[in-house]
């Protein structure tokens, strides 16, 4: 059972482009929502997070939209370029006794054609 | 500033074969995990542990063991290797409030 459903699966888009990426949870445990981007042959690399008590944090050109009664958020890249081009991943994270789990979701491949 | 390191970079085993993956960060971070990525199944987490001798299950545990040696060290073990663990394995870690997880380079792991 996935615990982060992420979407979609791929996208292309132009140069200067606004892609948006989407994530939904049901865990109402996860209390730490963070975006990983990855290129090839590379291990994943924080981008950007969010806690759920703020609905929107910017960086740059990455923003992160937060609905906490709808258990869902969203990347989007303003004015992208094709050094955009990469995997991203959604996460979120919860803490037990044991520790803190980062759990992801499957990853969206994103094209950005020049 | 090494990082996360992960050793070995590639392997390929035949089914029923055992072997550890090993990593250490030198971050003096006291969470690490493992995970597995394969195509369309983004990552999924195998084991996670908060400190030494402390290590719980996550979504994927089956077929694995893992050792948290000390502070710096967290090895993956695969007793009886299996077609279905070819995978790329990544070591993370963390440290708590902080929850960014810095990434090893990845080991790709082929069971024939």
């Known amino acids: 059972q996935q615990q982060v459903k992420q979407s979609p699966q791929s996208l292309i888009v132009q140069k200067g482009g606004i892609p948006i990426i989407n994530c939904a949870y049901e865990?109402?445990?996860?209390?730490?929502f963070p975006w990983y981007q990855q290129f090839p042959g590379k291990g994943p690399a924080l981008l950007i997070a969010?806690?759920?008590?703020?609905s929107e944090k910017k960086e740059g050109r990455f923003t992160i939209s937060f609905n906490k009664s709808a258990k869902q958020f969203s990347l989007h890249i303003m004015d992208s370029q094709p050094g955009d081009s990469a995997t991203y991943f959604c996460?979120?994270?919860?803490?037990?006794?044991?520790?803190?789990?980062?759990?992801f979701g499957k990853g969206t491949t994103l094209s950005v054609s020049s | 500033n090494a990082g996360v390191t992960q050793t070995p970079k590639f392997q390929v085993l035949k089914t029923g074969q055992s072997m550890t993956l090993q990593c250490a960060q030198d971050?003096?971070?006291?969470?690490m995990y493992w995970y597995r990525q394969d195509p369309g199944m983004g990552l999924r987490l195998i084991y996670y542990?908060?400190?030494?001798?402390?290590?719980d299950k996550g979504e994927v545990p089956n077929g694995y063991n893992v050792s948290r040696l000390n502070k710096r060290e967290f090895s993956l073990r695969l007793e009886s290797a299996a077609p279905s663990q070819t995978s790329v394995y990544f070591c993370?870690?963390?440290?708590?409030?902080?929850?960014?997880?810095?990434f090893g380079q990845g080991t790709r792991l082929t069971v024939v």
């Open positions: 865990n109402t445990a996860f209390d730490y």
């Open positions: 969010i806690r759920p008590d703020v």
């Open positions: 971050m003096n971070h006291n969470s």
């Open positions: 996460a979120a994270s919860y803490s037990n006794q044991a520790g803190t789990a980062l759990i």
């Open positions: 993370a870690s963390s440290d708590p409030p902080s929850t960014e997880a810095f």
């Open positions: 542990s908060a400190s030494e001798g402390t290590t």
